[in-house]
Structures are given as C-alpha cells and as structure tokens.
C-alpha cells in the first residue's frame, strides 16, 4: 500500500541533525528537478526579499520563511515526519507508533511538496517553505513542471498494490495515476452528517477532513491493515469502525472514491 499524502503549510523548526544531502532523499529519479527547484528557491530568497514573499505569497508576519528559505542547503535536518506539523499529522502521530507501524509508515507514506516533489517520511530535510501553488520566475507553476518527473517515477514507486491518495487537489495536481495504477487508486472524501428538521444533511469540514484522514492513516499503520485494492480498502475501514460509502469508477483508468461519512466532529 501507498499512501499519499499532502504536507503541512506550517513546519517545524530546522533540527540539528547534519545539512541537507539530497543524493540521499528517496526516489532518487527527481533528484534533477529537486536541484533544479531547489536552487532557484535559494537564489530568489537571497536575492530581492520582497519579491521573494510575493512569488511564495507570503504575508509581511512570515518574512522570516524568506530568510529560512535562503539558507535551506546549510540548514539542519530532520525527517520529514518531524518537520511536517498540522491537523493532519498531529492526528497520524508518527511518534507514538509503536515501531512496527513505525516500519510500515516508513515503506508506504509519501508525502508531497513543492519543493522536493515528494519524500518518505524517513528522508531528512530542513524546515522551509515552498507550496505546490507557486509559481517561479524561472521553472513557472511547480505542479505542471513537477509532472514530467513525477510521471516516470511515481508509478514504480506505487508498486503493484493499493494506492491511497489522500493528497488536496494543489498536490493532486502534480501527479494524477493513470491506466491500470488508477485502477487500484482510492481517494477519500470526509462528510460530516447531520440531521437537521429531520432531514439529513451532509457537508466537509476543512479541518475535520485532515484529522479524520490522519486518523485513518494512523489505524491502518497500527492494525497492519494491508489491502491489496479500494475493494479490500473499504472492507478494511469498516471493520476498523467507518462508515464508508464506495463509488467505484464508471470506467476502468480512473481512481475509485470513498467517502467516509461522520456523525461527530472532534
């Protein structure tokens, strides 16, 4: 199973662990457009600092993210499951797994971003700040110049089982399975459900949708749940207590989607 997921807006701060080694970074067959990524964004935050904020659409309180920016190839590291932060991954809780769903997080979840691409939750990186909505003055909108790549790569790394893609639609963007991977793709689709005069009414929740997703993430790791497809991925998420709502594809080559219908919100 593979699961993608998208990163966090806010990080944690640069650990102390050695600078950044990109030969060392998963999925090595981006290595030439994270370089390539990488080095623009250093140059543009060293350079005119005003600019700089106003290509990553950054408000004048996240100055600082400029200056962290410029200093990325110096900077510490630590693995990426530690710099991302936010309702997603505070739910996941990387570090309280015990170490055998440590193991299969570190196998099966990728995440996304517009800097590297995507990277294993064990790969290490520094702290920055760069979504998959810029646009740079050089390499143009990071989720079209990030196909290319992401076309050759990613359908290795989706292997033969279970993609489970709970990417937002900036990230969804950058790669989007095709042909027989789409086929035992899943997206998932939180729903709140009330009822209200007696009629039942259903809606997402920005927020919510990211806990429920790491949370379900999270109980597949420490249950060991392996589905090979979205078939056994919806048999799965009902025993483990969902109520989930499966819209197989009208045609093969497109992914299946859930939605995982909820009656509370915490």
């Known amino acids: 199973m593979l699961v993608l997921l998208p990163p966090s807006e806010g990080k944690a ?3 102390r662990g050695a600078p950044l080694r990109p030969e060392s970074l998963s999925l090595p067959g981006l ?8 080095t623009e964004l250093v140059e543009l935050c060293a350079g005119d600092e005003d600019k700089a904020r106003e290509v990553l659409g950054l ?3 996240l ?15 630590r693995p990426a499951g530690e710099i991302y932060t936010g309702v997603l991954y505070d739910a ?21 971003s517009g800097l590297w691409g995507a990277v ?7 702290s920055y700040r760069c979504s998959m909505g810029v646009k740079l003055p050089g390499l143009g909108a990071l989720a079209s110049y990030w196909r290319t790549p992401m076309a050759s790569v990613l359908p290795e790394a989706a292997g033969d089982g279970l993609v489970l893609d709970l ?13 027989e991977v789409a086929d035992r793709t899943a997206t998932v689709r939180v729903l709140h459900s009330q009822v209200v005069d007696g009629v039942e009414k259903r809606s997402v929740v920005s927020h919510f949708n990211k806990a429920t997703k790491g949370r379900i993430v999270r109980a597949l790791l420490t249950e060991a749940a392996a589905p090979k497809d979205p078939a056994g991925l919806v048999e799965a998420l009902r025993d483990l207590g969902y109520v989930v709502e499966a819209q197989p594809p009208a045609k093969a080559g497109r992914p299946w989607s859930l939605d995982v219908v909820v009656t509370e919100i915490h």
């Open 59 to 61: 408000s004048e309180g």
């Open 167 to 179: 990417r937002s639609s900036a990230y969804a963007a950058a790669w989007k399975p095709k042909g």
């Open 13 to 15: 701060a640069a650990g």
């Open 63 to 77: 100055r600082g993210e400029v200056a962290k920016n410029a200093g990325l190839r110096t900077a510490g590291t």
């Open 92 to 112: 996941l809780d990387l570090a309280s797994l015990d170490p055998s769903a440590k193991r299969r997080a570190a196998r099966s979840l990728l995440v996304f």
């Open 31 to 38: 290595a030439a457009a994270r370089e390539s990524v990488l």
């Open 120 to 126: 294993r939750v064990t790969d290490r990186i520094p």
